[in-house]
């Protein structure tokens, strides 16, 4: 069982167009994570949400947690070549002050064609 | 610049070999650090927490006498990977908490070690 859903998980659109990536769960997470990956390389964070309803905004990429802290998505305006990568939610289920790994989502898959 | 170090970046061996990667952090310390595993196409997998002067914790499925995880140091962890099959080929990605410490604190990667095993 998956507990990060992410979608989708392939995208395929053209420079200039919009798009919005979705990260769904059942479970509270306490903060959630976007990174970028690369080919070859490992991921990169783009940003973190932790409060509920939280939206954060970098250049044209506008993050947004939900009001439950259960899902998550990013989405970009007027995509560039530049924007094409591998794109992964991940959330930490408990910030208690120990330590935890990150649940990952599946990853989406975004290339924007010129 | 890197601010986690992870060697070596590809290995390729024979079966039956063990294989040693390294995570180093830099510049700072890390009294945690996590490894995870990727397969083509897939996502990141947790694989165990490596701790500094304690055991590993490992996930659920992951065999510990398989990955062997030595935190020697603030600053490094080992994950051996014991009699290597091909089944273990794999991308291992180790990461650290900046702070050292977990929380909401983003994590920092290493950049990954392709391991294929012929």
């Keep these: 069982t998956q507990l990060l859903e992410q979608s989708p998980q392939f995208l395929s659109i053209q420079e200039g167009e919009n798009l919005t990536v979705y990260c769904n769960s059942s479970s ?11 080919p070859g390389e ?11 309803g939280e939206v954060k905004k970098l250049k044209r990429l506008t993050f947004q947690f939900g009001d439950a ?7 970009i305006t007027a995509a560039q070549p530049g924007d094409t990568g591998l794109y992964l939610c991940a959330g930490l289920l408990n910030s208690g002050g120990g330590a935890d790994g990150l649940t990952f989502g599946k990853g989406t898959h975004l290339i924007i064609q010129p | 610049g890197a601010v986690v170090s992870q060697h070596p970046s590809w290995v390729i061996c024979k079966s039956g070999t063990s294989v040693k990667i390294e995570c180093r952090s830099l510049d700072f310390q890390a009294t945690t650090m996590f490894w995870y595993r990727q397969f083509p196409k897939q996502s990141l997998m947790l694989m165990a927490t490596s701790n500094e002067g ?9 065999e510990k006498d398989k990955f062997l995880i030595n935190h020697a140091s603030l600053t490094l962890s080992t994950l051996t990977v014991t009699s290597a099959h091909p089944e273990d080929s794999s991308f291992y990605i180790c990461s650290a908490p900046l702070d050292g410490v977990s929380g909401h604190q983003p994590q920092h990667f290493g950049d990954g070690t392709r391991l294929s095993i012929l």
């Excluded at chain 1, 509270?28 to 690369?38: D, G, H, I, K, T």
């Excluded at chain 2, 304690?54 to 992951?62: F, I, L, M, N, R």
């Design chain 1, 28 to 38: 509270v997470f306490s903060s959630l994570q976007w990174y970028r990956q690369e």
């Design chain 1, 69 to 75: 802290r259960k899902d998550s998505s990013l989405h």
């Design chain 2, 54 to 62: 304690s055991k590993a914790t490992y996930e659920q499925g992951v």
């Design chain 1, 42 to 52: 490992g991921p990169v964070l783009l940003v973190t949400v932790v409060t509920g």
